[in-house]
């Protein structure tokens, strides 16, 4: 079993001032790192609007390179408009993962619309950054990744990786609603599209998981790196409905493979619960891994998924 | 081009439609047998919050188009589930033949909140002659893209030199003409490329160039061959006001084509018994070109969508 230390809450939106969109939530980490700070992207969410809806923007935290917990700057803007009137990200960018690519920074994020007979879908989309990550543009209005025949609900949560010279687009892809005391919840599962170019996508088509917990059971934020000779997965689960609880809502789960495809599921390894109290004592979410300067990171979520910011975890040891 | 009135051929009221409401029979596409031509409609039902609701059909048809054989008297295709692209409708349904089977193109509707509606391309495929379809796969084989961003719908296709083509129409933007009006679409026919007919290219050119103004909505293309080239028919109309306001409503139009690739656009006028008012005094959309042996027939809805039925042209 892996061991993390947990170094805790590392930023809470609560606490930035003078910044309407930026009330509460900061979901999602992703890092992009620099010489003597770590850029973190996350999504966030001004109040709700007079019919208790809300939207998503992304933004970013620097955070000292040296010492991850000391935050540098809070981004003055969302890095990215929401999408036009009818476009797939009109009332939400988020999750967003970003990766280098030369000069410029690639960016891929769910975008949220609302719909009738479900409360919103979500479509992959992409865009660039050509000033080191601090502001993306559209490169088209649509998405790169949208329903199809084997993947007919939500498309959301990428994580970008490159292994091997090509791109991978680890994400998660609805099966199916489920409705529960009158609301249609998504019911998800991780999923992964490879690439030679970054645009245009080949989807494996098959579930990268089976479920533990129940066929309800809702997986996301598949994060992988490459160490020791493996390939090495974290990623969140919980059931599908009546999760606003603590018992039945996200836990970070585990899994390796030797080839991105077959991937074996260790839960029992993941080594980071949550905590007796606290601002992770309910629910632990969205891991995100950073390898820096010789350590290993996970960036996460606590109760409610990140409403009061996203913390750090530090392993004991390298991922083998 | 010039197609000579037949009249009105078909109206849902005459009928025992699976529809409780029994109006509409739109977008007329058709399959020519031996024995008969089935000419595949949609057809609108309300459900529970007095919304409505498309459902392919089909009519028979003798091989003159002069005499109705049978309606279908059971569902062609379910519409999707909770979330699915076509869970609110299927309109239209464009067959072609695929070896054996019928391959229908339908295009699937969901409810949206900031703006009506979005659309995608889906595929379900008939072993019977178009009496049932089993769809491939619960979500579409061409739906939105990085630059054809929502509104993907009507695909009809053609297989030509072993690949297959599919003519559509992508939403460009939506549009308000005052602050208080609900958005209205605007939308152009597109083309893409396929190796099986499954997966799909656009292939990103402008097919149709406007005539009336950058918002144009082109909708409905068919493609057939025709005297050494292709011919294309579509309509086209106003982005608002075009429901109600004859001189902003769809009318048709054609093109022609020596590659598949650059069109030349051109009028096509309907000739001959313009009663008045008649079914399609007001409106012309959703044409489909049907060729049985030397004739080249024009299939089209009139006033109303098509509200109360298609009609039928003939080339002179």
Redesign the interface.
């Known amino acids: 079993m892996f061991k993390w230390k947990k170094l805790g809450l590392i930023f809470k939106p609560q606490e930035v001032k003078d910044r309407h969109w930026l009330k509460e939530f900061a979901q999602a980490p992703a890092t992009l790192v620099f010489d003597d700070f770590v850029r973190v992207y996350f999504s966030c969410r001004p109040g709700p609007d007079k019919y208790g809806q809300y939207v998503s923007y992304t933004t970013y935290v620097d955070l000292e390179r040296s010492d991850l917990t000391k935050i540098r700057a809070v981004a003055q803007e969302p890095i990215l408009s929401l999408g ?5 990200d ?2 939400g960018i988020y999750p967003f993962s970003v990766i280098r690519d030369g000069d410029v920074v690639r960016a891929y994020y769910g975008g949220w ?6 409360p919103y ?1 979500v ?1 992959i989309g ?1 865009a660039v950054s050509h000033d080191d990550g601090r502001t993306f543009h559209r ?6 990744l ?9 498309l959301s949560g990428p994580k970008i990786r490159r292994f091997n010279e090509r791109w991978q687009l680890f994400y998660v892809a ?1 099966i ?2 489920s ?1 529960h005391a009158g609301r ?1 919840e ?1 019911i998800y599962r991780l999923r992964m599209a490879e690439s030679s170019d970054g ?1 245009n996508w080949e989807r494996t088509g098959v579930d990268l998981l089976d479920a533990r917990l129940e066929a309800d059971e809702c997986q996301a934020s598949p994060d992988v790196v490459f160490s020791g000779g493996r390939y090495h997965m974290f990623y969140c689960y919980k059931y599908g409905v009546d999760f606003r609880n603590s018992t039945r809502g996200y836990r970070i789960g585990y899994a390796y493979s030797d080839d991105l495809m077959r991937w074996s599921r260790h839960d029992e390894l993941a080594g980071i619960d949550v905590s007796t109290e606290g601002w992770d004592s309910e629910s632990i979410a969205y891991p995100h891994i950073l390898e820096l300067d010789g350590d290993t990171y996970m960036f996460y979520l606590g109760n409610q998924v990140g409403r009061e910011g996203f913390g750090l975890a530090r392993l004991e040891g390298t991922l083998v | 081009m010039e197609f000579q009135r037949v009249g009105k051929i078909f109206d849902p009221r005459d009928y025992p439609l699976l529809t409780e409401l029994r109006e509409y029979a739109q977008s007329p596409q058709a399959v020519v047998f031996d024995d008969r031509i089935r000419i595949f409609f949609t057809t609108r039902d309300r459900d529970g919050t007095g919304m409505f609701k498309s459902h392919p059909a089909y009519v028979d048809m003798t091989l003159d188009l002069q005499h109705v054989m049978r309606v279908s008297d059971k569902p062609l295709m379910k519409l999707g589930e909770r979330g699915c692209f076509d869970e609110h409708g299927i309109f239209p349904i464009s067959p072609v033949r695929v070896g054996k089977q019928i391959w229908a193109y339908t295009t699937g509707w969901t409810r949206r909140k900031a703006v009506a509606t979005d659309s995608g391309i889906g595929l379900a495929v008939s072993d019977d002659g178009g009496e049932t379809f089993i769809k491939y796969g619960q979500g579409p084989v061409l739906g939105p893209s990085l630059h054809e961003p929502f509104l993907v719908s009507d695909g009809f296709t053609l297989q030509h030199e072993g690949r297959f083509h599919m003519w559509y129409i992508y939403g460009k933007r939506w549009i308000r003409s005052d602050e208080d009006s609900p958005p209205d679409r605007v939308y152009k026919i597109a083309h893409a490329m396929s190796d099986d007919g499954r997966r799909w290219t656009p292939t990103g050119q402008t097919v149709i160039t406007d005539w009336l103004n950058i918002d144009e909505c082109q909708a409905l293309p068919a493609v057939v061959r025709h005297d050494g080239s292709w011919l294309m028919v579509f309509c086209y109309r106003h982005a608002t006001d075009f429901r109600i306001n004859p001189a902003r409503g769809y009318r048709l139009g054609c093109a022609t084509s020596h590659d598949l690739v650059t069109w030349v656009r051109s009028d096509l006028t309907l000739t001959g018994k313009d009663e008045l008012p008649g079914w399609d005094s007001e409106m012309q959309c959703y044409p489909h070109l049907v060729q049985v042996g030397e004739r080249l027939y024009l299939l089209y809805n009139g006033n109303e969508f098509g509200r109360f039925g298609f009609g039928l042209a003939q080339l002179l």
Do not use: D, H, M
Not at chain 1, 84 to 88: Q, V
Not at chain 1, 113 to 118: I, L, N
Not at chain 1, 146 to 154: H, I, L, M, R
């Open positions: 036009g009137l009818g476009s797939f009109e009332f619309t609302r719909c009738e007979s479900t879908t479509a992409t490169i088209g209005p649509g998405p790169i949208s329903q199809s025949p084997s993947e007919a609900y939500v609805g199916r609603w409705v249609a998504s645009l």
